[in-house]
C-alpha cells in the first residue's frame, strides 16, 4: 500500500475510538440532539479527509522549512543576530496564531475590558519570540533542559505567588493556545535544525527537543506579568455560542469561510520566513521550492477540512455529552467518560502525529512513537478527570492541582534522560492542542454549565491549564521505565560479554 | 546480527542481509526474522525515492518515501535461503513492496583480494553533504535512475563551530542505489561530474558488490549480463564499526593513531526482536547504536577491527565489532588517501 494510504488508514485507525464512544453514549445514557449529532458525524469525515493530507503536507513543506530556516539561522556567527532571528521568528508566527486572537477576545470579555486583547496577543507574542531565542542559545551553549525549565518555573511561580489564581488558568490557556496545527511542526523542525547543526561530542540528538515547552512558557510569563500589572480580576461572564441551525451540512460549512482566512493567517509568516530567508542565503532549486509549495498547499487544505470538521462538528457535541453526563448526577460517570474522552482524544490531535513521528526520526526508531503516544494518552486521561473532579470539588482548585504537579515535574526531570526531558516539555505543548480546545473543554464546559457550583469561566479555563501539565508527568514517567529498562538491559548484556568473553579462556 | 560466537569461524563465508521497506513495515519484517531465530536486527532509518519512477507522484511531490533498512549477519548458505523465503512471504516481486539483497563480507569470512562476480548488480554509495541531499536526489531521478534511499548521517571530521567555540561534527547524507554493473560508470561518471568528487571534498563514492537481489525492477533495456570468471579486484575495505550510541567519538579517538581520518556516523538501533520478558514494559526496548563507516586500505582494516575487539564502552549491549565490505571502486579524492 503506499504511504498515501498507510497515512489515511493510520488516522481513520486514531480518530474511529472518539466515533464510536460518542455513538455508544448516544445510544445509551447521553443522547444527542438529530442536528448536533449529524453535525458531529460530518465533522468527523471532514477530520478523517482532513488531517491525513494535513500531516503529508507538513511532512513535505513546513517541516523542511523549520529545518532550513534554523540551519540558517544557525550558521551566522553573529550571536545577537541568532537571538533577534529567534525573536523574529517566535514573534511571527504566534502572533498569526487564531486560537490566540480568540483567547485574547474571550479574557477581554471575562475582565470586562479590564485586560486589551490586543495588548496581550503582543505580549504572549512577544513572549513566545523571547524564549525561542533563548532556545536557541540553550542549543548553542549546551545548556541542560532541566536545569533552564527549573529557571523559568521558579520564575513562574514567583509571578503566579503576586496574581490571581485564575490568571494562572489563563496564562496556560495562552500556552495551549499558541503552540497551534501550523506553529507545533515548525518549532518542532526548528529546534531539530538547530540541533543537527551543533551536533558534538557528548551532545548528540537531546537538543532536538524542548523549544515547544520553553516557548510555551513565555506566553504564561507573559499572561502572569500582565495580570500582575492590571489588577483586575475576572469579573464577567462568557457567552458560549450555541449555533442553533437546522440543516447539519450548513452549519458545519458555515465554519470554512472563517477557517480558511484563519489557516491562511497562520500559515503565511511561515511562508514569507522561507522565502525571506530562501532569498537571502538558501537558493534551493526549483525542484524543492515546488515541492514545497505543493506541500503548503495540502498542508492548507488538510488545516481547513480538520478545522472545519472539529470547530462545527465536534464543539457542539461535546459540550452536550458533558451537559447530559452531568444531568445525570452520577459523578463517577462524569469523572470516568472525562477519562477515556482524554484518553481517545489525543490520537485525534495532528500535532501529537507530527511529534512522536519526529521522535522516531531522531532516535532511529528506538524510541516508538506509539509508546509515547500511549503515555501521553494517559496522561490526558488523567487531566481531563481531575478537571472533572475540580469543577465537582468545589475547594479543589487550581494551583492545588498545577503547583504540586510543576514541582513533580522539575524533580522527575532530573532522574530521566535528556532526551526524554525534551519529549516530555514538548509533549506538554502538544497536548493542548486544537482537540483540546474543541472537544475535552467544551465537555468540561458543558458540565460546568449544569452545575450550580461551577463556574464555566474558571473551570474551563482550567482544563487547558491541566491538560498541558499531567502528560509531562506521565511521559517523564514513561523516561524513567525507560531508564530502568535500559539499565536492566545492560546489566544483563555485561554479564552475557563477560560469561562469553570467559569461555574463550 | 552475528553471534559472537560464529565470528571464530573462519571456514564459512558471511553475508549482510539488507532489507528495504517502507516505514511501518518494518514491524512484519521483524516477526519473520523473529520466527527464523533472529533476537536482534540492526536497523536504519531512510528516505527514498519511488522506486518507480511515477509521473503522477512526482507531479503530487509524493514521491519521496519513508523507509526503513534493515541488516541482518548471516551465512551465505543461510542467506540464500532466507532470500527466497522474503521474497514469497513479502512479494517482494511486485513494485513497490521492497527490495532485500545480500552483500558479502570480507570480513568475518574469507573474501581477500577478489571477487567473483555473483549477481549482475552493484551498490553504489554515495556520502555528501547534507546541504546538497535533495539535489542529489533530484539529480539522479532526472537521469532515469530510480531505488535511492538517503540515510541522514555525520561526519566525524569535525569543524568549529563560531560561536560554540567547540568541534560539531557536519550534516552528511549517505546514499545508496543499487544498480545493474552496466549502468555502474555512467552512474560515477554524472555524480562525480555533477558533485565535483575528483577534485572538491565534497562526497566520497564507494561501491560494493551484491550477491543476489530480489524486488528490484528491471528495465527491459538494462544489460544484466556479467562476467563470472573475470573477478574484480577489491581495492579496499568499507570497514562498518557499531558501537553504543555517543560512543562513536570514542572510538574514533582510539582508532585515530591507526591513521583513520574522515569517518561517517550514521544512528542506528539494535532492535530487540525477542519480547521483553523482564522489564517494565510490554515491548522490548531496542538500543541505539552508532555506525561507524570508515574507507580503509585492507590493512588498515585489520588494524581497525583489532583495536576495537579491544575496547569495551559504557552501555553496550553486545561486544562491538566491525565488519569488512568489499570495496571494487571509489571515486573522490577523500577516497584515495587512506593508507596503501
Not at chain 2, 7 to 23: A, E, F, K, Q, W
Request: net charge negative; with cysteine; charged share 15%.
Amino acid at each position: 500500500m503506499h504511504p498515501v494510504l498507510e497515512k489515511f488508514k493510520e488516522i481513520f485507525i486514531s480518530v474511529i475510538p472518539i466515533v464510536a464512544i460518542v455513538l455508544l453514549l448516544h445510544f445509551t445514557i447521553a443522547p444527542l440532539e438529530q442536528v448536533v449529532l449529524a453535525k458531529f458525524l460530518i465533522g468527523a469525515l471532514f477530520i478523517l479527509l482532513g488531517m491525513p493530507i494535513f500531516l503529508i503536507g507538513v511532512d513535505i513543506s513546513i517541516t523542511p522549512i523549520g529545518e532550513r530556516i534554523s540551519s540558517s539561522l544557525l550558521s551566522i556567527s553573529r550571536l545577537w543576530k541568532i537571538l533577534l532571528g529567534g525573536l523574529v521568528i517566535g514573534f511571527l508566527v504566534t502572533v498569526a496564531e487564531p486560537d490566540l486572537h480568540i483567547l485574547g477576545r474571550q479574557v477581554t470579555e471575562v475582565t470586562a475590558g479590564g485586560i486589551n486583547s490586543g495588548l496581550l496577543v503582543m505580549l504572549v507574542s512577544m513572549g513566545v519570540g523571547l524564549l525561542v531565542a533563548v532556545a536557541l542559545v540553550r542549543v548553542l551553549k549546551i545548556i541542560p533542559l532541566n536545569k533552564l525549565m527549573t529557571i523559568i518555573y521558579i520564575i513562574i511561580f514567583i509571578l503566579a505567588f503576586f496574581s490571581d489564581s485564575e490568571f494562572l488558568a489563563i496564562a496556560f490557556d495562552a500556552a495551549g493556545s499558541t503552540t497551534g496545527s501550523i506553529s507545533v511542526p515548525f518549532l518542532l523542525a526548528l529546534s531539530v535544525g538547530a540541533s543537527n547543526l551543533t551536533r558534538s561530542k557528548g551532545n548528540e540528538e537531546t537538543d532536538s527537543f524542548g523549544m515547544l515547552g520553553i516557548a510555551s512558557t513565555g506566553a504564561i510569563i507573559a499572561v502572569l506579568l500582565q495580570g500582575a500589572f492590571s489588577n483586575t480580576g475576572l469579573t464577567g461572564t462568557l457567552d458560549l455560542d450555541a449555533s442553533v441551525g437546522e440543516n447539519a451540512f450548513a452549519s458545519v460549512l458555515s465554519q470554512v469561510v472563517t477557517v480558511s482566512f484563519e489557516s491562511f493567517l497562520s500559515l503565511a509568516p511561515v511562508l514569507v520566513l522561507f522565502f525571506v530567508v530562501n532569498f537571502l542565503r538558501l537558493k534551493e532549486s526549483k525542484k524543492t521550492i515546488r515541492t514545497i509549495i505543493i506541500g503548503t498547499v495540502y498542508t492548507y487544505v488538510g488545516l481547513v477540512l480538520f478545522l472545519t470538521g472539529v470547530n462545527g462538528g465536534f464543539i457542539d457535541a461535546s459540550r452536550q455529552v458533558g451537559f447530559q453526563l452531568a444531568s445525570l448526577e452520577m459523578e463517577w460517570v462524569l469523572v470516568l467518560m472525562g477519562v477515556v474522552f482524554g484518553i481517545v482524544t489525543i490520537p485525534a490531535e495532528p500535532s501529537v502525529h507530527v511529534l512522536t513521528n519526529q521522535i522516531e526520526n531522531e532516535t532511529a526508531g528506538a524510541i516508538k512513537g506509539n509508546t509515547v503516544l500511549v503515555a501521553l494518552s494517559l496522561g490526558v486521561g488523567l487531566a481531563v478527570g481531575l478537571s472533572m473532579l475540580r469543577i465537582l470539588i468545589p475547594g479543589l482548585q487550581l494551583w492545588h492541582i498545577l503547583l504540586p504537579g510543576m514541582i513533580l515535574v522539575i524533580f522527575l526531570s532530573y532522574f530521566i534522560s535528556d532526551i526524554f526531558v525534551g519529549i516530555a516539555y514538548d509533549s506538554g505543548g502538544v497536548a493542548a492542542g486544537t482537540m483540546t480546545a474543541t472537544f475535552l473543554l467544551p465537555y468540561a464546559q458543558g458540565a460546568a454549565e449544569y452545575m450550580p457550583n461551577a463556574n464555566v469561566v474558571t473551570d474551563g479555563f482550567g482544563v487547558i491549564a491541566i491538560v498541558a501539565l499531567i502528560p509531562l508527568l506521565t511521559v517523564e514517567l514513561l523516561g524513567f521505565i525507560y531508564k530502568l529498562t535500559i539499565r536492566r538491559q545492560n546489566k544483563k548484556a555485561a554479564k552475557q560479554i563477560q560469561t562469553i568473553g570467559e569461555s574463550d579462556l | 546480527m552475528i553471534n559472537y560466537s560464529e565470528l571464530s569461524s573462519h571456514d564459512d563465508t558471511y553475508c549482510i542481509l539488507g532489507i528495504i521497506v517502507n516505514r511501518g513495515q518494518g514491524k512484519k519484517i521483524f516477526q519473520f526474522a523473529r520466527r527464523i531465530g533472529f533476537s536482534k536486527a540492526n536497523c536504519l532509518l531512510g528516505e527514498g525515492r519511488s522506486s518507480r519512477s511515477n509521473r503522477i507522484l512526482e507531479f503530487l511531490a509524493l514521491d519521496e518515501v519513508d523507509k526503513e533498512v534493515i541488516l541482518l549477519g548471516v551465512k551465505s548458505q543461510q542467506g540464500q535461503e532466507m532470500l527466497s523465503k522474503l521474497e514469497k512471504e513479502f512479494n517482494f516481486d511486485k513494485p513497490n513492496k521492497g527490495i532485500a539483497f545480500m552483500m558479502p563480507v570480507s570480513y568475518p569470512g574469507t573474501l581477500d583480494r577478489e571477487y567473483v562476480p555473483e549477481s549482475p548488480y552493484v551498490n553504489v554509495m554515495i556520502i555528501l553533504n547534507e546541504n546538497v541531499a535533495d539535489d542529489f536526489g533530484n539529480f539522479v531521478q532526472e537521469h532515469g535512475f530510480s531505488g535511492l534511499t538517503m540515510i541522514k548521517a555525520r561526519g566525524a571530521a569535525s569543524i568549529i563551530h563560531p560561536l560554540m567555540g567547540i568541534q560539531v561534527e557536519s550534516a552528511k547524507v549517505v546514499a545508496m542505489m543499487i544498480v545493474p554493473r552496466s549502468k555502474m560508470e555512467h552512474l560515477i561518471y554524472l555524480v562525480s561530474q555533477r558533485f565535483n568528487l575528483a577534485t572538491e571534498n565534497t562526497g566520497v563514492l564507494a561501491v560494493q558488490p551484491i550477491s543476489r537481489l530480489v524486488g528490484i525492477v528491471q528495465d527491459e533495456k538494462d544489460d544484466l549480463s556479467m562476467n563470472p570468471s573475470a573477478p574484480e579486484p577489491i581495492i579496499k575495505q568499507m570497514v562498518v564499526a557499531l558501537v553504543p550510541h555517543g560512543s562513536a567519538e570514542e572510538y574514533l579517538h582510539n582508532v585515530k593513531k591507526l591513521g583513520v581520518s574522515g569517518s561517517t556516523i550514521i544512528h542506528s538501533r539494535l532492535a530487540n526482536l525477542s519480547p521483553n520478558s523482564e522489564g517494565l514494559l510490554p515491548i522490548g526496548i531496542d538500543a541505539e547504536e552508532d555506525m561507524v563507516i570508515t574507507l580503509a586500505s585492507h590493512e588498515l582494516a585489520s588494524k581497525i577491527r583489532h583495536e576495537l575487539s579491544r575496547q569495551t564502552f559504557e552501555n553496550q549491549v553486545e561486544k562491538p565489532y566491525a565488519f569488512s565490505f568489499p570495496v571494487i571502486r571509489t571515486e573522490g579524492i577523500r577516497a584515495e588517501g587512506f593508507g596503501e
